[in-house]
């Protein structure tokens, strides 16, 4: 598939952006929806936004890059999220990546080159009553241990 | 009662997290297949606040408060517990007094929480707007819509004696009337639901057990100062809350209790969801505003405030979610009946998330002057593992630590500031002995240095700077004159900065180098961590009288720094030791130690 197609926005994509378009401060809800259907945005989709609002590119460049929740790159098929909230910092979640890094062989924010997995850390995810807490792709594993980390990752294998 | 039993599930983020959809699911068809579906309701309600027990699932009337539970104990509860009437004993909180700790009364967890803002939270279906109704949901709404004129609401919370439950602890009332004396026509309400404190939850555990709350409450502000619009500013990392306050609002609409001509009283109210993109800074309310319009969140200069001049440039209310949900109970029960909860300086209750190094971690809320040791103790069970209290921080990254010496300080949130913390938004974090003090700062300090959105020197450069002092002080490359000097850029900070990120990110350090100058000593004169937390500061060794030559150790060691013969003393080479710990772990016999 070449990069422009993978990028196409869907009609579903399209009408919301429509819909949006003429209400206040839409951008940021519009580039939630582009991160939603296409897991990050990229060059030519900030480009389409861009057209279909009417706004700068650099004005989409400035909000994208301010906001941590966007991301500028394809994350992995299964996005790897440590909690590294205070709650699962001091229930050991430090260790937890490090063994996530060592067994994926990448760092936090990098991608396997197989492209099935990723590894983020984000910020309180709002379980921290099950310290230390990861998330694979919406499903939540709360207090994980390091000899749990193998079979997590083989059951997304 | 409609039903015979009522089956309360918790689905609240943690015990959705633990499958309790399919405990919900299994029990549904538990129920039809044994023939009591007609006799039995199963609910799914939001938090129960008990998290770290969870998957929690209640049965009425008897009170019977399962905890831990599995999908497949919904064939026992339905056959034993509905069915013979015996409880399951082995799923009842602590079955080792099996009977006397199984009511939710007599759980010591609750016993000292009274519950105004969690009131529905584990009580109702959130998804099912008739359930709040029942509960006298929308009361308040008709009575400040039909009963009160604007100034009647405001007073009504200036009898309350409410304050903002965000952090700031502003006297709520008299932002409604600010706002309502600015002469506009179009005013706006915000709801501030970014909850950006890490390891803090309250707002959405209220958010995904009790939209409506927070709704009926916007929609009275919306009459009290004359707005007729009102916008949910809501973190995208929660998707559980976002979906049932839509399913609320819908409802709300389809009823008439939102939209065009509520109740029939002509007055029109409607709100809208927006989305946050996980920037810390965006729970400051200017930066916020910034944010629903579109654009990057800075915090802007105040005055002008937002009661004045807000979201686009309109007169604005914005409140925490907390705040919102103390408000329908106000209008109902009065102003007076609320201010008798709670201290001189703070009326009503808070809601905490305890978390960290506690036995019971989960959702507490107490009235307003219950002591800290009461919390961590009385209510949190204490520390877990058998291990030391040392300290709990309140306010998140811009509080302070609170030791052993102060726990028994009533909390209100002049108390706390007089303390060395504050109150903050709720999270409440607790540390044993095996925490390192200076490390928790670096924690917090590389948090907000972060969340910095970089727009004036003091917080982008001060930060910075206390970051790189600390990471050399846990490194072991301290000198003494840096305590000096993280005092005095923290004070620069806390006068320099233009909003309260920067002013307060040096709060951690200062309150922690006052309360544990001794801890910050050592690591820089002994070059020691005390609790063995900072690895440059560290060394493993083998006890000669413990160790009996196993070789256990020698074998894990990944850089093979560890040497012996079989049923000799074994001896760590410190110049290869990588310090992982790795022996520790391994050794059975408790030969390795680490100082
Ligand atoms: C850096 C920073 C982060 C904040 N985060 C939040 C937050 O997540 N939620 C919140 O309600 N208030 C937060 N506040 C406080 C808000 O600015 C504001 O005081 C609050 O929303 C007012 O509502 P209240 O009067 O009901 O407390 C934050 C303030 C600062 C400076
Ligand atoms: S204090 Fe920090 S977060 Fe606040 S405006 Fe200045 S740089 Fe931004
Ligand atoms: S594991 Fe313990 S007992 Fe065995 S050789 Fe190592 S230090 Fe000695
Ligand atoms: S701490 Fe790790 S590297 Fe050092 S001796 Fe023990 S196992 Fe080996
Ligand atoms: S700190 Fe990790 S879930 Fe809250
Ligand atoms: S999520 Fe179930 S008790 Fe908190």
Redesign the pocket.
Same mark, same amino acid.
């Given at each position: 598939m070449s990069e422009s197609n993978e990028n196409k926005f869907s009609p579903e994509l399209l009408s919301f952006i429509n819909e949006w378009k003429d209400k206040p401060g839409n951008l940021i809800m519009v580039l939630h929806k582009v991160q939603e259907e296409q897991d990050y945005i990229s060059r030519e989709a900030a480009d389409q936004v861009a057209a279909l609002l009417d706004v700068p590119l650099a004005t989409i460049w400035g909000v994208v890059s301010f906001y941590h929740f966007f991301k500028l790159t394809k994350p992995g098929k299964h996005n790897i999220q440590i909690?590294m /909230?205070? +709650?699962?910092y001091l229930k050991g979640a430090q260790p937890l990546i490090d063994e996530l890094a060592k067994q994926l062989a990448i760092e936090v924010n990098e991608v396997t080159d197989d492209g099935l997995f990723s590894l983020e850390a984000v910020r309180?995810? /709002? #379980? #921290?009553g099950l +310290?230390p807490?990861l998330t694979v792709g919406g499903e939540v594993f709360g207090k994980v241990t390091k000899d749990q980390i193998a079979g997590i990752i083989a059951k997304y294998k | 009662m409609a039903f015979r039993n009522y089956i309360l599930v918790c689905g609240g983020t943690a015990c959705e997290s633990s499958r309790a959809d399919q405990i919900y699911q299994n029990l549904i068809k538990e129920c039809k297949d044994q023939g009591v579906a007609d006799e039995v309701q199963v609910i799914k309600t939001g938090c129960f606040g008990f998290c770290e027990q969870g998957p929690i699932v209640k049965v009425l009337p008897e009170d019977s408060f399962y905890v831990k539970v599995s999908p497949k104990d919904a064939h026992e509860i339905i056959a034993e517990h509905i069915i013979k009437g015996r409880e399951v004993t082995r799923l009842l909180y602590d079955k080792s007094e099996s009977r006397k700790h199984a009511k939710v009364e007599d759980i010591q967890f609750y016993q000292k929480q009274f519950r105004i803002v969690l009131r529905n939270c584990g009580f109702i279906d959130p998804e099912n707007i008739d359930e709040y109704i029942a509960r006298e949901g929308y009361e308040a709404l008709e009575k400040a819509l039909f009963e009160m004129t604007g100034d009647d609401i405001i007073e009504e919370l200036k009898t309350a004696g409410l304050r903002g439950r965000g952090g700031a602890g502003f006297p709520t009332w008299m932002k409604w009337n600010f706002t309502k004396q600015a002469e506009n026509d179009v005013k706006y309400v915000v709801c501030n639901a970014d909850e950006g404190d890490?390891?803090a939850?309250m707002d959405r555990s209220t958010l995904e057990g009790d939209p409506h709350s927070v709704l009926e409450a916007m929609t009275i502000c919306g009459k009290a100062i004359g707005a007729q619009k009102g916008y949910i500013y809501i973190r995208a990392e929660y998707p559980l809350a976002i979906n049932r306050l839509e399913i609320a609002m819908a409802q709300a609409r389809e009823y008439g209790l939102l939209g065009k001509n509520i109740l029939g009283s002509g007055f029109d109210f409607d709100i809208e969801i927006r989305l946050g993109a996980g920037a810390f800074v965006c729970g400051e309310e200017t930066a916020l505003l910034q944010s629903i319009e579109g654009h990057r969140g800075m915090p802007q200069p105040r005055p002008p405030f937002p009661a004045v001049k807000g979201l686009w440039g309109k007169p604005t209310v914005i409140n925490n979610v907390e705040t919102w949900a103390n408000i329908p109970v106000i209008i109902s029960k009065g102003g007076n009946w609320f201010s008798k909860i709670g201290t001189a300086d703070s009326k009503g209750t808070k809601v905490f998330a305890l978390t960290g190094k506690i036995r019971n971690s989960g959702l507490v809320e107490v009235p307003m002057g219950t002591t800290l040791r009461e919390i961590v103790f009385d209510i949190g069970g204490g520390i877990a593992n058998g291990r030391k209290f040392k300290a709990v921080q309140t306010g998140g990254p811009s509080g302070g630590v609170i030791t052993d010496a102060d726990l028994d300080t009533p909390i209100d949130f002049g108390s706390l500031v007089r303390i060395g913390s504050m109150m903050g938004s709720g999270g409440m974090i607790v540390m044993d002995e095996d925490d390192c003090i200076v490390d928790v700062a670096k924690f917090y300090l590389n948090f907000t240095v972060d969340e910095s959105c970089g727009k004036c020197a003091p917080c982008r450069i001060g930060g910075r700077s206390l970051c790189n002092i600390l990471e050399k002080i846990t490194l072991g490359n301290g000198v003494p004159e840096d305590l000096e000097a993280m005092a005095t850029i923290g004070k620069a900070m806390r006068v320099g900065s233009l909003c309260a990120l920067g002013q307060t990110a040096p709060n951690p350090i200062l309150s922690s180098m006052k309360f544990f100058g001794e801890e910050y000593r050592a690591h820089i004169e002994d070059k020691s961590c005390p609790s063995g937390t900072c690895k440059n500061l560290v060394t493993y060794s083998i006890l000669a009288d413990k160790c009996i030559g196993c070789t256990a150790c020698a074998r894990k060691c990944p850089v093979g720094a560890i040497t012996g013969e079989k049923k000799q003393l074994h001896i760590i080479d410190q110049n290869t030791c990588i310090k992982c710990g790795v022996c520790l772990e391994t050794c059975k016999f408790g030969a390795v130690v680490v100082q």
């Open positions: 909690c /909230g205070t +709650a699962c309180c995810v /709002g #379980c #921290c +310290a807490v | 890490p390891g939850y």
